[in-house]
Structures are given as C-alpha cells and as structure tokens.
C-alpha cells in the first residue's frame, strides 16, 4: 500500500492517506524519539499485527509501514518540521 505522508498543523503528528485520498491513520509523536503509528479504516487490517510502536523517529515510523504492506510512504515535500 503506498500512503501520502503530510504533517498535520500542530507539528506532532503526521496523516497517512492511501493514493485514492482515504484516510490510514497517522504517526504521533509523543516525546522526542517516540513515534507512534495509529492505523485507521481499511488500513486496520492491512497493518495488523504491525509493531506500532514506539519508533525512535518519524522515518523508523514510515520504514515499518512500508515493510509491512510492502508500499511507499511519500513524505509531502518542504513541509515537516522534524
């Protein structure tokens, strides 16, 4: 599955929309080095039994995503803060 990663407005967490615009979840950050991923939808199952958390950082995050449904996370350019 390969998701479209955009920070959201408050800067510690980051939405996950697959490539026809449905929402998968997001990766919050809860402290630094504490990234966590929250599947939502369809996504649920797609990321069961995923290691969801905590990530040392945001591309640790999206490294687990992408090895587990074998995707690509593409990052929204020019916009994340971390």
Do not use: Y
């Not at 929402?23 to 402290?31: D, I, L, P, R």
């Not at 990234?35 to 905590?54: C, N």
């Not at 040392?56 to 916009?79: F, M, N, W």
């Amino acid at each position: 599955m390969d998701l479209s990663v955009k920070q959201l407005d408050n800067g510690m967490a980051w939405e996950l929309v697959d490539l026809l615009g449905r929402a998968t979840g997001t990766v919050t950050q809860a402290a630094p080095n504490e990234f966590t991923i929250h599947p939502e939808g369809h996504a649920l199952t797609t990321m069961a039994g995923m290691k969801r958390g905590p990530h040392t950082s945001l591309d640790a995050a999206l490294a687990e995503i992408e090895k587990h449904t074998r995707g690509v996370c593409r990052r929204d350019p020019g916009k994340d803060r971390v």
